[in-house]
């Protein structure tokens, strides 16, 4: 009878890490699903810190929004967008416009659900960018885990990888 019941136990932690709330790790990434309260439908969050210490990279399905976003320890203005340029797997850097966050201190991808596809199932990523009145910042991501990351959140906001 013991035997079972921490058989029973052992089995049903996996359950309790994974609770609403709960972050696990994925690769390189940590993921969190939540339960949104207005719509009982699932919303997931992809965190990535940068290997060089240039930021954090986000993925995530909220209120059925999918979102794809750097978020940094400094200004980068306060005009709408930034200018951002993405390297995938050592391909050709790719210079883009992002729409910067409210606080002037992240980045969102112009086309989030393409930006996902794009490093899905890929290596590694670097991102620059510039903070305000600086020099430009380089942020080194090892993508390890991204496969998983991005089948939650896209499973989540309804959108095939």
């Given amino acids: 009878m013991r035997k079972i019941i921490v058989g029973v136990l052992i089995g049903a932690m996996p359950l309790v890490a994974a609770a609403d709330g709960a972050y696990r790790d994925e690769g390189e990434w940590m993921i969190k699903i939540?339960?949104?309260?207005?719509?009982?439908?699932?919303?997931?969050?992809?965190?990535?810190?940068?290997?060089?210490?240039?930021?954090?990279?986000?993925?995530?399905?909220?209120?059925?929004?999918?979102?794809?976003?750097?978020?940094?320890?400094?200004?980068?203005?306060?005009g709408y967008n930034t200018g951002v340029t993405t390297r995938i797997d050592g391909g050709k850097p790719i210079k883009s416009s992002w729409t910067m966050g409210?606080?002037?201190?992240?980045?969102?991808?112009?086309?989030?659900?393409?930006?996902?596809?794009?490093?899905?199932?890929?290596?590694?990523?670097?991102?620059?960018?510039?903070p305000y009145g600086k020099s430009q910042v380089i942020?080194?991501?090892?993508?390890?885990?991204?496969?998983?990351?991005?089948?939650?959140?896209?499973a989540a906001c309804g959108w095939k990888l």
């Fill in 34 to 78: 939540n339960t949104n309260k207005l719509t009982d439908k699932a919303d997931v969050y992809g965190m990535l810190h940068s290997s060089s210490g240039g930021g954090t990279l986000f993925i995530r399905c909220e209120n059925n929004k999918t979102e794809a976003f750097l978020s940094i320890d400094d200004y980068l203005g306060s």
């Fill in 102 to 130: 409210e606080g002037g201190d992240a980045a969102f991808a112009p086309k989030a659900v393409s930006f996902i596809k794009s490093i899905n199932g890929k290596k590694g990523l670097i991102i620059g960018y510039s």
């Fill in 139 to 154: 942020a080194e991501f090892d993508l390890n885990g991204i496969d998983k990351v991005a089948g939650e959140v896209s």
